[in-house]
């Protein structure tokens, strides 16, 4: 099966182990952006997956072209042009202490990418799925210009269109954000999201959830995920639910509204998590939920495998998921003990 995800590819740049920004003399080197999670995700888990996107002709993108290809990304849709790759800086926290991102990707290449730059009907030929996130739009205008035709070209080639909703308050604010995102849910078949996304994006609050007390409303999220479904006519509707008892130190679980199995919301296993890398755990769920969604016989065990998948993830340093269609059914069928395999 082929997928489509759009996005920006950035340079990370993390401190090593768990020492702050003031501390580091050197930092830890890798690549990574919401859309090319998934897409390593779903490479791995045996689908073939193109990534769109924009990135220098030099030698630092292609460094990150290469990190594509080595995890099975197909990058025949990436424009070679530009300046610049954005950058982000991680500073990894643990315990009580946060972790923190600093952008440094102003006018990187993506964030200036025309939409006549590609052959979007190219794109979606014979394609199942496309995957794009609220991150994307939120890079400007030039950015939004190519998710629409994106969307447009994914819609005439009947192509399953998810978002994740993914606000991201240090590139925009949430006047800008439903501004631009409400509108483009008209395209959208599968919504992904968490309260505050939901909260900030598309203005729905999740009743009385407060995440950094640990404290879960889970009937203000099915009203949410069936308010959400009302009113935009998504066919599913998943929600990701986060206990945050510390930065080292989650609960994981997730909720489901569709068409098909789950006529009314379904709460999935909940996972307690030891945090490794939080970054890139709400992609390694998206690409769990495509992956189930277009394999599995019950939106249910979609659901459970797309938990499973992000609870590993958490375990693994980096932004990219590097686990196994295999190893996420293990865990969802109930092999979560992390005995030593030999």
């Keep these: 099966m082929k997928t489509v995800t759009f996005g920006e590819l950035m340079l990370r740049l993390s401190t090593p182990g768990f020492s702050r920004f003031v501390q580091a003399q050197s930092f830890d080197v890798t690549y990574g952006g919401g859309e090319a999670n998934v897409a390593a995700a779903l490479a791995q888990f045996g689908l073939q997956s193109y990534f769109i996107s924009k990135l220098p002709a030099h030698e630092i993108g292609q460094a990150a072209v290469n990190h594509l290809r080595r995890f099975g990304v197909k990058d025949d849709f990436i424009v070679r042009a530009g300046d610049r790759v954005g950058i982000y800086f991680l500073e990894t926290g643990a315990s009580q202490r946060p972790s923190k991102v600093i952008y440094d990707r102003a006018n990187s290449a993506v964030s200036e990418m025309k ?14 799925w496309f995957h794009w996130t609220g991150i994307t ?38 006047k800008q954000a439903q501004a631009v995102m409400q509108p483009l849910m008209e395209y959208v078949d599968v919504c992904i999201s968490n309260e505050e996304d939901a909260e900030k994006s598309l203005g729905m609050k999740a009743g009385t959830t407060d995440v950094g007390k640990a404290h879960l409303d889970e009937e203000g999220y099915a009203a949410l995920s069936e308010k959400l479904k009302k009113t935009y006519g998504f066919s599913t509707v998943a929600i990701t639910l986060r206990e945050s008892f510390s930065a080292s130190h989650n609960g994981w679980s997730a909720l489901l ?21 939080r970054v890139g755990g709400g992609d390694s769920f998206a690409s769990g939920l495509i992956y189930g969604l277009l394999k599995k016989a019950k939106t249910t065990e979609a659901l459970e495998f797309a938990v499973a998948a992000s609870c590993l993830k958490q375990t693994i340093p980096g932004d990219f998921n590097h686990v196994s269609a295999n190893e996420v059914d293990k865990l969802a069928g109930g092999s979560g003990s992390g005995r030593v395999e030999r």
């Design 115 to 128: 939409p006549e730059e590609l052959d979007w009907d190219a794109v979606f030929a014979g394609a199942d």
């Design 137 to 174: 739009p939120a890079l400007g205008a030039d950015a939004q210009a190519c998710l629409t035709a994106a969307c447009e070209a994914a819609r005439k080639a009947k192509v399953t269109i998810s978002c994740d909703l993914n606000f991201r308050k240090k590139l925009w604010t949430e």
């Design 257 to 277: 509204l569709d068409d098909r199995d789950c006529e009314s919301p379904y709460r999935s296993k909940r996972y307690d998590i030891q945090i490794v890398d």
